[in-house]
């Protein structure tokens, strides 16, 4: 017999959600309460042929009107700037320190990618205690959601654009996570769990490359700049500019001006449209020249999977003119362990540009 | 009594008298049913077509609790449940809970509340029964047939790429069913700007007539925008044009923008009759004007317009900006004040009046209590990051379940009690029908209140299989339900026994004010002989709370044991002077 | 109307079980049919919001996707439909003054204005499904959609990077779809423009049906149309009918880019 009233907390958010919630719960007894109370005694102690005084029946007050009026009102505004606090927290911007993970949800399994280390699980997700997680979500086909109840946390999983939520796990422990939007047959099973570890359980299983998941041994940063060059990205986004198109380096977050004479900031979305359909925010001053790569599986387009990868590799450049993309930029003992270590950990970028000069 | 201003020619004298002729038995040729204009015969058609498509919901549901009993059910398919939870969502919410009370109490009763020989347009009356059983038929159809697994609510791009089901067939019924509301909506609406009977203010109708009217422009604002966007989605799927679909630069947030603009303001479909029906029973059961007439009265009209400002709560985690979220979470705190007025002034009318307690006020009062959980639960989603929690989750069930069976059920069935004399001339057995309320009032909690812990314990909706250590609550649950179909269907057999064995009803058995209960029951073809004059408002009860305090009880017709007690013990005048 | 109540020549109307004095009828059938355009406005008005939030999100893909469409056969079609509201107030006019021969004849002519309506928009749709424009599997966008003509500004210079090897663009095979969301943004604005049109035009056809209906009856003197009322409804009707369009073309056919 097992009647569990309510979940783990196991979040920042978990706390101060709670505490709204159980402050609702007051709320609702006490309401309940008088509104039965009043059912109760006035249909029982008025009920017929009782001898009760019955003197100066009223039937409207307007004092009363507005006292059941305003109190409620001013209690529901209360609650309502309450609980908006939180609310901006969760879907705002994340600390700058967060680890970032990409999230795949497609018909019936969630895919992780931890941008720094490579790792990529199946409906796991592996993340240290008590630092700050930035999940950023696509759909691969139709609306999934991402529930961690213990982390009182939800957001929809949408296809064609990017979704960002972000949270500080502050407990060790194993929680679920399900799909909350109805995603078709198997959607009850589309979930999986979220283990918040110690640091030193997470640094171990990192350093394994992620313990009985899927053995990935690039980084999702190392994927995108291969996927750079094979898509010829490369050829007119070298390290300088050139005539053809603008230079990747230290793009990433700037604020750039718009063909059409729109302003936008270059971020994980702008990105995303920037590749499948480069001329709807062709930044001004370059040649309206670029086809875009449409997502697909096919020949000339490109997968969900490898847009994040492109995008991580994107970042990685940085924002600085001239700061070097730093691919392995895991410690060198979790370099060393991977196969593909004679790949020479060069500056990309330079190799880039003699590449993207040279043809 | 002696007060009735109202067309005494039209009294119900002979209410008694079996031969006089009535709606009921002025013809009895299957045809004169089929094509009838009177809005009386077409609100038991009705009546009889949402008890059948409730039956086949409640089967589904029964089907879904069945599955819930066991974590790793293998009872059904997930195939199979996916279908039996849209199957139950699609009956109940578009063939059962929006027609329920406006087509069949509200067409039955609006024309004769306001003095009015019929709607506006009896023509148009029919047609609307004929589309929402064309629309009921192809929808039962297709469930049967192949069944369909999108859920009631339809989303892109699941409905229109993914989904292999039946999904143009039910779509293309809810259509024809919206317009059989819509014309619903519009007779309504112009009847009651149009037809009320000299005298009859506004202010003077029966609150009833007033949620009806909220109700009509909800239908005819609301439900168009939703049959456009459902006719988009089977565009998509027929003829691969792109509206939604994301995968040609559609966005599948605008449907749900689109789908909820109407499907929010139809809950309120659902509960505003309700809450007409509740102000009608609860006044006349305490022999009292309503407390705050105006403020009731104008708390519909505010759900009804802030209705349609509030349907952006659904979508708090969808991507939609965080400052929408932060306006829709605003307006729909502020939607809660008017439910809170009406609350507050239903029990404010109990409240030195002189209650009588019957099935009716029983279930009024149930309907109070589970209302106002419903509502306040609303309040939890309302709130933002707390619905980032509850979003999705089986709290959201359990809350709309409390608003939509908790209130408008219970509205339905205190009306159907209340109602039964004069549609039917026969009396519902008394104690049949409060057990039955009990039976109901438990059933329902057990039932839905084991879900709001499921829900805040993380349980997301639409799950077929779930964690076991949330098991003990499903069981719970499951169990209240079969206590839930017991009370649903005592009185689905002591109203069909009623009809041939039940007490001849009087045209007034309660006592009751208002305009129905003038004429006899069950009601002439034509209602009124004569037009009536209204020289007084709804609910004035004055002169029989006066005379109730006095220990006379004869304007109260109703039939053994109704009055017994009292018509046969008249209180002494010594207590009665001591307390007026 | 009250004016036209007070001529000699007024039909006698009929009354109907519910209602007690004719001005009451007929009141209560020009709010019903209000009522109903409510719903008719809602009813597109859904498709309005839709075009106009894809139309901000998309500006470039739908300025030229709706150069496609044929400003001039559209411009006919608007002449067409007002020329057709004023016949229908003429007749609705004509039929409270009891002339029947007048009212038949600015009912035809309406009915004609209908037809040619259809006419036109025949061509202009059977010239889109030639082109392929129409949305689904068969959807073509026949000039190049390559970036240079999105922009529009095709220089002799961009198209020679295009065509060069640096490009690469021969690295793909030949199947590859430059632009496939572009072609689909275009899609999108097809799909509104035929569903908005065919919707539109569906409503014609109806009118055609009613008011065609009402000349036969008219001319068959049948007592059901004794009265003008139902003339006047349906030139109600008719009405919202032109209404839709005259709000349909300039935001489909004219509106570029803000």
Redesign the interface.
């Known amino acids: 017999m097992n009647f569990p009233i309510m979940p783990q907390t196991a979040s920042n958010y978990a706390v101060s959600i709670d505490d709204i919630y159980f402050t609702l719960v007051a709320l609702t007894v006490i309401f309940t309460g008088i509104v039965t109370l009043m059912l109760l005694v006035f249909a029982v102690r008025y009920r017929r042929g009782t001898k009760v005084s019955r003197k100066n029946p009223s039937t409207g007050n307007l004092y009363m009107e507005l006292t059941w009026s305003i109190i409620p009102m001013l209690l529901g505004l209360w609650i309502y700037g309450w609980s908006a606090i939180p609310y901006s927290r969760i879907y705002g911007d994340p600390p700058a320190n967060a680890s970032e993970i990409f999230l795949i949800g497609k018909r019936w399994m969630w895919h992780f990618q931890h941008v720094n280390s490579g790792i990529r699980e199946n409906n796991e997700l592996h993340i240290p205690v008590g630092k700050a997680v930035k999940v950023t979500m696509i759909s691969q086909d139709v609306i999934h959601g991402f529930y961690v109840p213990a982390f009182r946390l939800k957001r929809d999983c949408l296809p064609g654009r990017y979704n960002t939520v972000w949270f500080r796990p502050n407990k060790i422990g194993k929680y679920y996570l399900f799909c909350s939007e109805y995603c078709g047959t198997n959607h009850s099973e589309m979930g999986g769990y979220v283990y918040v570890m110690s640091p030193q359980d997470y640094a171990q299983w990192k350093s394994n490359g992620g313990s009985q998941t899927l053995k990935e041994t690039e980084t999702t940063t190392e994927i995108g700049h291969d996927l750079f060059e094979k898509y010829g990205c490369a050829q007119c986004h070298g390290a300088q500019d050139n005539v053809h198109g603008p230079s990747m380096n230290g793009l990433f977050g700037t604020t750039v001006t718009l063909a059409n004479g729109q302003s936008a900031t270059v971020d994980d979305n702008f990105l995303r449209t920037a590749i499948i359909n480069p001329q709807a925010q062709r930044i001004a001053g370059w040649p309206a020249i670029m086809s875009g790569f449409p997502v697909g599986s096919g020949d000339g387009q490109i997968s969900e999977e490898n847009l994040l990868d492109l995008i991580s590799y994107i970042k990685s450049l940085g924002n600085s003119q001239h700061a070097a993309p730093v691919v392995g930029n895991n410690s060198t003992s979790t370099v060393a362990l991977k196969p593909l270590a004679s790949k020479p950990a060069v500056n990309h970028s330079s190799s880039l540009a003699t590449k993207g000069q040279s043809r | 009594m002696s007060s009735i201003p109202l067309n005494p020619g039209a009294l119900g004298s002979d209410g008694r008298a079996r031969a006089r002729e009535n709606y009921l038995n002025i013809k009895h040729t299957v045809s004169s049913w089929l094509l009838t204009a009177d809005h009386k015969r077409i609100a038991v058609l009705y009546m009889i077509s949402i008890s059948v498509m409730f039956l086949f919901g409640g089967l589904a549901a029964a089907g879904i609790r069945i599955a819930l009993v066991r974590p790793h059910d293998t009872f059904f398919s997930s195939e199979t449940y996916n279908k039996l939870f849209s199957a139950h969502g699609i009956i109940m919410v578009f063939f059962f809970l929006v027609p329920s009370i406006p087509a069949t109490l509200g067409n039955f009763l609006l024309p004769i509340m306001i003095g009015a020989r019929d709607l506006a347009f009896p023509r148009l009356n029919l047609l609307s029964w004929y589309l929402f059983m064309f629309g009921a038929v192809l929808v039962m159809g297709a469930i049967m047939f192949g069944g369909i697994d999108t859920g009631w609510t339809f989303y892109e791009p699941y409905s229109s790429v993914y989904a292999n089901t039946n999904v143009v067939a039910v779509i293309v019924g809810v259509f024809i069913a919206g317009f059989s509301s819509i014309a619903t909506g519009i007779n309504f609406l112009v009847t009651v700007h149009k037809m009320r009977a000299p005298g009859l203010t506004w202010f003077r109708l029966p609150l009833f007539v007033w949620a009806m009217y909220a109700t009509s422009i909800i239908i005819v604002l609301g439900t168009p925008v939703v049959a456009i966007t459902l006719l988009m989605v089977v565009l998509e799927r027929v003829f691969g044009v792109c509206v939604f679909n994301p995968a040609c630069g559609g966005d599948p947030i605008l449907f749900e923008h689109l789908f909820w603009f109407y499907s929010h303001p139809a809950v309120y479909i659902m509960i505003l009759p309700s809450m007409g029906i509740i102000s009608e029973v609860i006044a006349c059961f305490a022999r009292k004007r309503i407390f705050g007439y105006e403020f009731v009265a104008f708390s519909s009209m505010a759900i009804a317009l802030l209705g349609f400002l509030v349907w952006g709560h659904h979508m708090f985690v969808t991507g939609e900006s965080m400052y929408s979220g932060m306006v829709f979470s605003l307006i729909t705190f502020l939607i809660a004040v008017p439910s809170a007025i009406k609350v507050f002034n239903w029990s404010a009318t109990l409240y030195k009046g002189n209650v009588w307690l019957t099935a009716p006020l029983v279930f009024a009062i149930g309907f109070i209590l589970l209302f106002t959980i419903g509502g306040l639960t609303g309040l939890y989603l309302a709130s933002l990051a707390v619905d980032v929690h509850l979003n999705m989750t089986y709290f959201v069930v359990a809350h709309f379940h409390y608003v939509m069976v908790g209130g408008a059920i219970f509205g339905y069935m205190a009306g159907l009690h209340f109602w039964w004399p004069k549609i039917t001339g026969r009396m519902y057995p008394e104690g049949w029908a409060m057990l039955s309320a009990f039976i109901l009032f438990i059933g329902f909690n057990l039932t839905f209140f084991p879900q709001f812990i499921l829900g805040f314990d993380g349980m997301p909706r639409r799950y077929h299989f779930y964690p076991p250590e949330f098991q003990m609550w499903n069981i719970l649950s499951t169990a209240g339900s079969s206590v839930l179909a017991v009370g649903m269907l005592i009185p689905a057999f002591y109203f069909l026994w009623s009809l041939k064995y039940g007490d001849i009803a009087p045209a007034n058995p309660w006592g009751a004010k208002g305009l129905e209960w003038t004429i006899p029951s069950p009601p002439p073809s034509f209602n009124f002989e004569t037009v009536p004059i209204v020289t007084e408002e709804a609910y004035a009860y004055e002169a029989i709370y006066a005379a109730e305090l006095a220990g006379d009880y004869s304007h109260v017709e109703a039939s053994i044991p109704y009055n017994q007690e009292y018509v046969e013990k008249p209180q002494s005048n010594i207590s009665n002077e001591e307390h007026q | 109307m009250s004016l036209e109540l007070q001529h000699p020549a007024v039909a006698p109307q009929r009354l ?5 004095q004719i001005d ?1 009828q007929n ?2 059938y020009i ?2 049919m209000w ?2 355009l ?3 406005i ?6 309005f ?2 075009l106009t ?2 139309r901000s ?5 739908f300025e030229q996707a709706h150069t496609a469409l044929n400003v001039w056969l559209g411009l006919t079609n608007t002449f067409i439909l007002l020329t057709s509201s004023f016949t229908a107030a003429m007749a609705v006019r004509s039929k409270m003054l009891g002339e029947r021969t007048r009212t038949l004849f600015f009912l035809a002519i309406t009915i004609m204005c209908a037809f040619g309506f259809l006419c036109v928009k025949y061509v202009e749709y059977s010239a889109e499904f030639r082109e392929h424009h ?4 068969n959807f073509h966008w026949e000039q190049p959609v ?3 003509a ?2 529009g ?1 095709l ?1 002799a ?2 198209q020679v ?2 065509g060069s090897p ?4 021969n ?3 030949a ?8 072609l ?2 275009r ?2 604005f097809f ?2 423009y ?2 908005m049109t065919g ?1 539109h035009g569906f409503h014609v056809i109806i009118g055609i049906f009613v008011l065609g209906t009402l000349w036969l009856l008219i001319y068959f003197r049948h007592p059901t149309v004794d009265d003008y009322m139902p003339v006047e409804l349906a030139g109600l009707y008719w009405h919202f009918v032109d209404i839709v369009w005259i709000f349909l073309y300039p935001l489909v056919y004219l509106i570029g880019k803000q």
């Open positions: 109907s079980h519910q209602f007690e009451q009141e209560i709010v019903g009522t109903f409510v719903t008719e809602m009813f597109f008005g859904a498709l919001v839709a939030v894809y999100v998309y500006p470039d893909a129409f949305p689904g599997p390559t970036a240079s999105v922009q500004d220089s210079n961009s990077a295009l640096k490009i690469s663009v690295e793909f095979p199947n590859y779809q430059p632009q496939q969301l572009a689909h943004k899609e999108l799909s509104l035929f569903v919707l």
